[in-house]
Structures are given as structure tokens and as C-alpha cells.
């Protein structure tokens, strides 16, 4: 390696773990609360397929819209201890994945042990080791740990750290200058169209590790080339290596 400092950084929902799927399936539960009769989950598990990446207020308000939500999320407001309806959808979808998040099994079983493997073989070679995600702190913080990842990273960033979320690229300028490199010389490894766009934007060296939520959409973006798009998980430790190896040469 010359003496440039190459970074790693992941994203954590759909990337290292497939909580994207519990967030699917928490704010497909908290619509039929509010509408036991009219919805049913599948049909907010497969709308939030196209929301994948996007902030939660963005996910809710759609959803709140699309299902015709919010007068029946207004009944909840006084009981939720919130003003608007947006909130009282938030709180309830919140409530119901925290106690999802909790469960260590439950996260455990939504591992994508080919990513988190990936990011501690990159500890071993030394990289700095990064956490870019459009998560609470809280959240994400809970999830690494139930994952044994703590150790492994060095810098978190979440929604708390910037202004404007994923596809902008603060979340990744803000973590490069805290990983003490410049943003041409990190890795990031994504999985939803926001997040690579934020990547790209930053100036980044982004791959792609689709899933099924987000495998087509990303495809259709055209957001990176073929070859950095990782369909087969068992390809993403050599596509890793070939763009950290090109990192490292001397520029």
C-alpha cells in the first residue's frame, strides 16, 4: 500500500443485515393495526420494495398516502403522544420493529454473513473500517452489537450526524473525514440505488451487493457498471479485492 489512507465503509440495513426486511414487515404490521379490516401485509411488504433506501419519513408518508392511512393514524395520535398522523404511523412502526431489533435470534437470522465478512477481513488487513447508515444511532449501534461487529468498526455515522439523507452524499463525505481519508480513496459497500448514488456522488469506489428487494431496481438504475454489481454472494470477497487492490495503486 502506498501512504494513502484506503478506507472500507458499509452500509448496515440490506448490505450487512437484512433488516430492511423487518422494517418491511413492521410497517406492513403497524397498517394493519390501523386497518385490520381493509390491508393486508403483504401488500405494504411489497410497496416498501420500491422504498428501500429511502428515510423513514419519506417510507411512512408514502405508505400513509398510497393505503389512505391517515385518518385512521389520526385516531391514534392522542394515545401515541404525537400532533399529526405521519407521527402516530411513525410511532406505531416504530414501537413494533424496536422490539423486533431486540430480538438477538431474530437479528441473527437476517445476517449476510458474506458481507460481514467481508468488512472483518478488511479489519484484519488494516483498513479503517466505517458504518454509513441512514439509521437511528440507537439502532444501528443495537444491531452491531447483536452482530459482534462493534469491535470491528472504528467510525459510526447515522441520520443524527447530517442534514440530508441518502442519495446526497453528506453521510459519506462526513465519515471519510472522519476515517481520516479522502473520499477517492474509499471502498463502500451498498445494496439499495439512494445509498450508491450517495456514493457516487461523494466520489467513491461503490459496489453493489443486490438482494432480493433490491436486485432489479438497481440493475435498472444504472448507477455502476456489470462488474460491480454483485448478484452471486459468493463473488463479493474477489470483487472486494479487485477494487481495494486498484485503490492502493500509487495514483
Known amino acids: 500500500m ?35 379490516d381493509s390491508i393486508a401485509a403483504q401488500e405494504i411488504i411489497v410497496a ?27 385516531r391514534r395520535m392522542r394515545d401515541l403522544g404525537v400532533s399529526t398522523p405521519l407521527d402516530a404511523y411513525m410511532a406505531l412502526r416504530l414501537r413494533i420493529y424496536e422490539a423486533m431489533i431486540t430480538d438477538e435470534r431474530l437479528i441473527r437470522e437476517q445476517e449476510y454473513p458474506w458481507s460481514t465478512a467481508l468488512l472483518r477481513e478488511a479489519r484484519r488487513d488494516g483498513y479503517p473500517v466505517g458504518i454509513a447508515t441512514m439509521s ?10 447483536r452482530l459482534e461487529l462493534t469491535g470491528d468498526v472504528d467510525v459510526l455515522v447515522t441520520r443524527e450526524d447530517v442534514q440530508r439523507a441518502k442519495p446526497f452524499p453528506e453521510i459519506y ?25 450517495a456514493a457516487n456522488a461523494a466520489g467513491m469506489r461503490c459496489i453493489a451487493i443486490t438482494n432480493d428487494m433490491t436486485r432489479d431496481a438497481i440493475h435498472a438504475a444504472g448507477v455502476l457498471p456489470l462488474e460491480r454489481i ?22
Do not use: N
Open 48 to 74: 416498501y420494495d420500491d422504498m428501500v433506501g429511502h428515510s423513514r419519513e419519506e417510507v411512512a408518508a408514502a405508505l400513509l398516502a398510497r393505503f389512505g392511512l391517515e385518518a385512521h393514524a389520526e
Open 173 to 197: 463525505l462526513r465519515i471519510a473525514e472522519k476515517l481520516g481519508a479522502e473520499p477517492r480513496d474509499c471502498f463502500v459497500l451498498e445494496d439499495s440505488v439512494p445509498g450508491i448514488r
Open 230 to 251: 454483485v448478484d452471486d454472494p459468493g463473488q463479493l470477497g474477489a470483487v472486494a479485492r479487485g477494487v481495494l487492490d486498484d485503490l492502493a495503486q500509487p495514483r
Open 136 to 145: 437511528h444511532r440507537k439502532h444501528a449501534a443495537l444491531v452491531l452489537e
Open 2 to 36: 502506498t501512504g494513502r489512507r484506503i478506507a472500507t465503509i458499509f452500509d448496515l440495513d440490506g448490505t450487512l443485515v437484512q433488516t430492511e426486511a423487518l422494517k418491511a414487515r413492521s410497517y406492513a404490521r403497524a397498517a394493519v393495526e390501523l386497518r385490520p
